[in-house]
């Protein structure tokens, strides 16, 4: 089936907006800041940013930090740079 043809019918868990969800919308700059930094995405680039790398993790911790859901990758990032700085330390 060509491209055109899945873009033309409606997707169930993306439904074209009504006016009522527009009203109901939430203006971005309206939110708490730090909402508003998880919500843009990605942070910009720069000497600080992260790199993406390929990592094997045994099955049973990486299924315990995925089921803490949303951000798990971030929380793996956070106990590997607590684990660097209990080592420094001592």
């Known amino acids: 089936m060509p491209a055109t ?3 033309s019918r ?3 868990e993306n439904p074209e907006w ?3 969800m527009a009203a109901a919308a939430v203006r971005l700059d309206s939110l ?3 909402l508003q ?5 990605r942070p910009p680039s720069g000497d600080a940013r992260k790199r ?3 990592l094997r ?8 930090f995925r089921a803490t859901g949303p951000g798990w ?3 793996i990032d956070s106990a590997l740079r607590d684990w660097l700085s209990r080592r420094a330390e001592g």
């Open 5 to 7: 043809d899945r873009a």
């Open 10 to 12: 409606p997707d169930p």
């Open 18 to 20: 009504t006016e009522g």
């Open 32 to 34: 708490p800041k730090d």
């Open 37 to 41: 930094r998880k919500l843009r995405g």
């Open 52 to 54: 993406q790398v390929t």
């Open 57 to 64: 993790l045994s099955p049973d911790v990486l299924a315990q």
């Open 73 to 75: 990758q971030t929380r």
